[in-house]
T-cell receptor, first 114, second 113 residues
Framework: NAGVTQTPKFQVLKTGQSMTLQCAQD?????MYWYRQDPGMGLRLIYY???????DKGEVPNGYNVSRLNKREFSLRLESAAPSQTSVYFC?????????????FGQGTRLTVV | EDQVTQSPEALRLQEGESSSLNCSYT??????LFWYRQDPGKGPEFLFT???AGEEKEKERLKATLTKKESFLHITAPKPEDSATYLC??????????????FGSGTRLQVQP
């Protein structure tokens, strides 16, 4: 049981380049999330998808776009990367986007923008 | 906008030296407080969910408790393998008005043999 799988694990981009971070879950969860983690700031929500076919902005959405491709997959796109987007990105999933069900996280993508 | 504050930022213990980590929160209607463990270079791993004040949960050397304003993660007789960053989160309200998991910045625990 793989859980939440993220690709790639590491990436270096030049300012202005674009890329897509991929995330897939095999737990049949309805809700999926993208977070970024920066030193001293904790995990901050970028975008989420409460269910297949819906997406919504989180706390820090500027500079990002998302696509909920199907129930399993939720991708995060940086259209024009900036140094401020250097961070560790985590994808997570939950059975439902309500109540007290726990979130399961992937292993992260470490992105450096130079 | 709801908030989660964790203290201390870092904690160094000797093996066997018990201590507690604190998570203070302000949230409009608690719908679960979550504790996660994060090892370097890895994603957060779920530990506990607490639902209401007075609730307690245990797992090996860890015990989580909850009051109306804060949660504690008690570590009894820690071992070096307990070294990790411990994250606290609540299902709070973002500045957008939507409800989502809001995380604290974590406590980095180091247990020395």
């Amino acid at each position: 049981n793989a859980g939440v799988t993220q690709t790639p694990k590491f990436q270096v981009l030049k300012t202005g380049q674009s890329m897509t971070l991929q995330c897939a879950q095999d737990m049949n969860h309805n809700s999926m999330y993208w977070y970024r983690q920066d030193p001293g700031m904790g995990l901050r929500l970028i975008y989420y998808s409460a269910s297949e076919g819906t997406t919504d902005k989180g706390e820090v959405p500027n500079g990002y776009n998302v696509s909920r491709l199907n129930k399993r997959e939720f991708s995060l796109r940086l259209e024009s990367a900036a140094p401020s987007q250097t961070s560790v990105y985590f994808c997570a999933s939950r059975a439902l986007d309500r109540g007290s069900t726990e979130a399961f996280f992937g292993q992260g993508t470490r992105l450096t923008v130079v | 906008e709801d908030q989660v504050t964790q203290s201390p930022e870092a904690l160094r213990l000797q093996e066997g030296e018990s201590s507690s980590l604190n998570c203070s929160y302000t949230v409009s209607g608690l719908r679960g407080l979550f504790w996660y463990r994060q090892d370097p270079g890895k994603g957060p791993e779920f530990l506990f969910t607490l639902y209401s004040a007075g609730e307690e949960k245990e797992k090996e050397r860890l015990k989580a408790t909850l009051t109306k304003k804060e949660s504690f993660l008690h570590i009894t007789a820690p071992k070096p393998e307990d070294s990790a960053t411990y994250l606290c989160a609540v299902r709070g309200i973002l500045h957008t008005g939507r409800r989502a998991l809001t995380f604290g910045s974590g406590t980095r625990l180091q247990v020395q043999p």
